[in-house]
T-cell receptor, first 112, second 116 residues
Framework: ELKVEQNPLFLSMQEGKNYTIYCNYS?????LYWYRQDPGKSLESLFV?????AVKQEGRLMASLDTKARLSTLHITAAVHDLSATYFC????????????FGTGTRLQVTL | EPEVTQTPSHQVTQMGQEVILRCVPI?????FYWYRQILGQKVEFLVS????????KSEIFDDQFSVERPDGSNFTLKIRSTKLEDSAMYFC??????????????FGPGTRLLVL
């Protein structure tokens, strides 16, 4: 059974600081997604990483994928309050537009 | 920009009642999904649907659940006899097709179901 774990579960950081969220998964996969969820809202697609070594950047967020280590990271640069949300990674085990297995989520709180 | 829509946004029902949650996927998408999220927990897969049939389902998706695409636009999730533990946010998602990076699933706003 595919397991997806994120750490930390909760992250409180000051504006302007950098930090990294980690996503580990238990079986081989070459498709990993990052989603953002605001409280009570839906899931917004941030990144899709399709191959080993893939790196995507959007604004202050950068995601990478190491399929050999079964690890993805979401790096936050110079955090701002608007980034406060819960971030989920999700793995598509088979890469066949099948189910996504989500991580536990990381709740990010950026303080002024 | 096209988006997945869901109705109702909130539903309150009595235990044992049937509920139908409705979704309109993005129009050119071929794959449809239902997920649920119990308050404060992670998102869990329920079922995927392609070419008018279920392609995969989870252990959660037992005989009390069913899905249907009654016409060319709607995709529904029916819970026949609701239980207290069915209380959750239910998300519908759709994706375009397999390959070429088109597998990204786009999620609707969700239906918050409360079973009393």
């Amino acid at each position: 059974e595919l397991k997806v774990e994120q750490n930390p579960l909760f992250l409180s950081m000051q504006e302007g600081k950098n930090y990294t969220i980690y996503c580990n998964y238990s079986t081989t996969s070459d498709r990993l997604y990052w989603y953002r969820q605001d409280p009570g809202k839906s899931l917004e697609s941030l990144f899709v990483l399709l191959s080993n070594g893939a790196v995507k950047q959007e604004g202050r967020l950068m995601a990478s994928l190491d399929t050999k280590a079964r690890l993805s990271t979401l790096h936050i640069t110079a955090a701002v309050h608007d980034l406060s949300a819960t971030y989920f990674c999700a793995v598509d085990k088979t890469g066949t537009a099948s189910k996504l297995t989500f991580g536990t989520g990381t709740r990010l709180q950026v303080t002024l | 920009e096209p988006e997945v829509t869901q109705t109702p946004s909130h539903q309150v029902t009595q235990m044992g009642q049937e509920v139908i949650l409705r979704c309109v996927p993005i129009s050119n998408h071929l794959y449809f999904y239902w997920y649920r999220q119990i308050l404060g927990q992670k998102v869990e897969f329920l079922v995927s649907f392609y070419n008018n049939e279920i392609s995969e389902k989870s252990e959660i998706f037992d005989d009390q659940f069913s899905v249907e695409r009654p016409d060319g636009s709607n995709f529904t999730l029916k819970i026949r006899s609701t239980k207290l533990e069915d209380s959750a946010m239910y998300f519908c998602a759709s994706s375009e097709y397999k390959g070429q990076g088109k597998e990204t699933q786009y999620f609707g706003p969700g239906t918050r179901l409360l079973v009393l």
